[in-house]
């Protein structure tokens, strides 16, 4: 499996081992370091390389 990190502003997609999930969290045990932001939704537009900038998602209160 594969997902998209963020790093100097660009997409790079990155291998990741799932260890386990469920319908809500995934266990990844190898591929990501603590801090690293993931691209949640990339869509078809993101492929790596690509210049992103990260959006700002509003906080519950």
Do not use: C, H, K
């Not at 990155?14 to 370091?33: F, K, M, Q, Y």
């Not at 949640?40 to 992103?52: E, F, L």
């Amino acid at each position: 499996m594969a997902v998209f990190v963020v790093e100097g502003g660009r997409a790079r997609l990155r291998r990741i081992t799932v260890a386990d999930r469920n319908g809500e969290e995934a266990w990844i045990t190898a591929g990501l370091r603590a801090g690293e932001r993931v691209i949640q939704y990339p869509g078809d537009a993101v492929s790596d390389g690509i210049r992103v900038r990260a959006r700002t998602v509003p906080t519950a209160r």
